[in-house]
Nanobody, 131 residues
Framework: QEQLVESGGGSVQAGDSLRLSCAAS???????MGWFRQAPGKEREFVAA?????????????WYTHSVKGRFAIARYNANNTVYLQMSNLEPEDTATYYC????????????????????WGQGTQVTVSS
C-alpha cells in the first residue's frame, strides 16, 4: 500500500513559481505518476504525468494538459521515491488543490490522463494564485 504526501503549495502572485513534491512511502519504480488538480466547484482534472519506464532516449515520457505546457514540468526521482511538479509563470486559473496519484505500470498517455487508472492518491496541497 503506497501512501503519497504532497507538499509545496502556497499563495503566490501571478507570474511566480512553485515546486510541488509528492513523497511516496514505498518504491515508485513500477508506477506511472500523475498530478491532477481540483478547483472549487469543478471536477478533478489531469495536469501532468510521467511514465514508469524510460523510452529509447533514456528519459521518462511525460504528458501535460494543454493549458500548462511550457509552464509546468514533471520529474521523478526513483532513488528517493519522489515526484515533482515545477510550476512557472503561474496564472490565477491555476488556483486549485493539487493531487498526486500513482498508477501501477502506468506508461501511456491514454492511461495516465484518466483518474480511474490510478491506484493511490495523496491528500492534496493547495495552490492559490492571485492577480
Amino acid at each position: 500500500q503506497e501512501q503519497l504526501v504532497e507538499s509545496g503549495g502556497g499563495s503566490v502572485q501571478a507570474g511566480d513559481s512553485l515546486r510541488l513534491s509528492c513523497a511516496a512511502s514505498g518504491s515508485i519504480d513500477r508506477y506511472g505518476m500523475g498530478w491532477f488538480r481540483q478547483a472549487p466547484g469543478k471536477e478533478r482534472e489531469f495536469v501532468a504525468a510521467i511514465g514508469w519506464r524510460t523510452i529509447t532516449s533514456g528519459t521518462y515520457p511525460t504528458w501535460y494538459t494543454h493549458s500548462v505546457k511550457g509552464r509546468f514540468a514533471i520529474a521523478r526521482y526513483n532513488a528517493n521515491n519522489t515526484v515533482y511538479l515545477q510550476m512557472s509563470n503561474l496564472e490565477p486559473e491555476d488556483t486549485a488543490t493539487y493531487y498526486c496519484g500513482a498508477a501501477r505500470f502506468g506508461t501511456s498517455d491514454v492511461l495516465l490522463r484518466l483518474r480511474r487508472n490510478y491506484h493511490y492518491w495523496g491528500q492534496g496541497t493547495q495552490v492559490t494564485v492571485s492577480s
